[in-house]
T-cell receptor, first 114, second 113 residues
Framework: DAGVTQSPTHLIKTRGQQVTLRCSPKSGHDTVSWYQQALGQGPQFIFQYYEEEERQRGNFPDRFSGHQFPNYSSELNVNALLLGDSALYLC?????????????FGPGTRLTVT | AQSVAQPEDQVNVAEGNPLTVKCTYSVSGNPYLFWYVQYPNRGLQFLLKYITGDNLVKGSYGFEAEFNKSQTSFHLKKPSALVSDSALYFCAVSDNRDDKIIFGKGTRLHILP
């Protein structure tokens, strides 16, 4: 049973560019959440997708957008990259059947903006 | 709005001694509480959770946590620390009104051989 997978592992971009990160949830999970983890910080919630729609959103600008596909996989897009967007981006999947279900995290994508 | 506080940036414990990593929380509704561990260059791994029921929750790798409603705390504990427990530990909270999970800033646990 594959866990949560993310691609790519590492990415280097230049300020102003756009980036797309990808996530495949754990088998059987239908909800995907994205987090940004800056160095030395805890994960910050970006948004959550369920049934191909954004269900929850954290305090992130509109430059951060996402998508969920019918197979539950998801993408995170960041436009007009800033140096401050450099971080580890984590994807987590869970079941939506009820609240309080733990999230399973992927290994993350390390984004460096130069 | 939910919030989580982990008051210690780092905790040092000798191998074989008991360990405690502290966490306090604030939520509007009934809390759902979680502990995760992160090893270097890895994603987060789920350790345990409290949803309802017994205040003492047992999880992976011999860890347990005690839910204290009056003190709004959910401290992580282990009776006998191992060097391999050295890692970054995160407490997280959501509530019954909102699936969004809020993480603390993390506590680095260092087990001394």
């Amino acid at each position: 049973d594959a866990g949560v997978t993310q691609s790519p592992t590492h990415l280097i971009k230049t300020r102003g560019q756009q980036v797309t990160l990808r996530c495949s949830p754990k088998s059987g999970h239908d909800t995907v959440s994205w987090y940004q983890q800056a160095l030395g910080q805890g994960p910050q919630f970006i948004f959550q997708y369920y049934e191909e729609e954004e269900r929850q959103r954290g305090n992130f600008p509109d430059r951060f957008s996402g998508h969920q596909f019918p197979n539950y996989s998801s993408e995170l897009n960041v436009n007009a990259l800033l140096l401050g967007d450099s971080a580890l981006y984590l994807c987590a999947s869970s079941l939506s059947l009820g609240q309080g279900y733990e999230q399973y995290f992927g290994p993350g994508t390390r984004l460096t903006v130069t | 709005a939910q919030s989580v506080a982990q008051p210690e940036d780092q905790v040092n414990v000798a191998e074989g001694n008991p360990l405690t990593v502290k966490c306090t929380y604030s939520v509007s509704g009934n809390p759902y509480l979680f502990w995760y561990v992160q090893y270097p260059n890895r994603g987060l791994q789920f350790l345990l959770k409290y949803i309802t029921g017994d205040n003492l929750v047992k999880g992976s790798y011999g860890f347990e946590a005690e839910f204290n409603k009056s003190q709004t705390s959910f401290h992580l504990k282990k009776p006998s620390a191992l060097v391999s427990d050295s890692a970054l530990y995160f407490c997280a909270v959501s509530d019954n009104r909102d699936d969004k999970i809020i993480f603390g800033k993390g506590t680095r646990l260092h087990i001394l051989p």
